[in-house]
């Protein structure tokens, strides 16, 4: 399956931008989906992560009561709606795919998207 994100992009600290992956070669239905980010330094980190039928959910502690992920599955679609942005949000965030319900490490997924940068100032 092929993933490609987009909707990154510059936003005051306090801002919201919703970010998208859209699926093609495969349904996402038969996959978990999930959402990592990495700064410039840093690892790449667990964002959020839903399962195949975004009955279920999880979130990293530091994104908890802001960002929202979901999906459509008839529009092969999975996105990351992100409010109350901090600086610390900036990063490249990555979408992914595994055969997984979902997971929180990068090694349970298989499949990556290419990132889109989201660079939130104070």
């Known amino acids: 399956v092929q993933l490609q994100a987009s909707g990154g992009g510059l936003v005051q600290a306090g801002g919201s931008l919703r970010l998208s992956c859209a699926a093609s070669?495969?349904?996402?239905?038969?996959?978990?989906m999930g959402w990592f980010r990495q700064a410039p330094g840093k690892e790449r980190e667990f964002v959020a992560a839903?399962?195949?039928?975004?009955?279920?959910?999880l979130y990293a502690d530091s994104v908890k009561g802001r960002f929202t992920i979901s999906r459509d599955n008839d529009k092969n679609t999975v996105y990351l709606q992100m409010n109350s942005l901090k600086p610390e949000d900036t990063g490249v965030y990555y979408c992914?795919?595994?055969?997984?319900?979902?997971?929180?490490?990068?090694?349970?997924?298989?499949?990556w998207g290419q990132g889109t940068q989201v660079t939130v100032s104070s």
């Open positions: 839903i399962n195949w039928s975004g009955i279920s959910s």
């Open positions: 992914a795919a595994t055969t997984r319900p979902y997971g929180m490490r990068t090694n349970d997924y298989t499949y």
């Open positions: 070669g495969r349904t996402l239905t038969r996959y978990g």
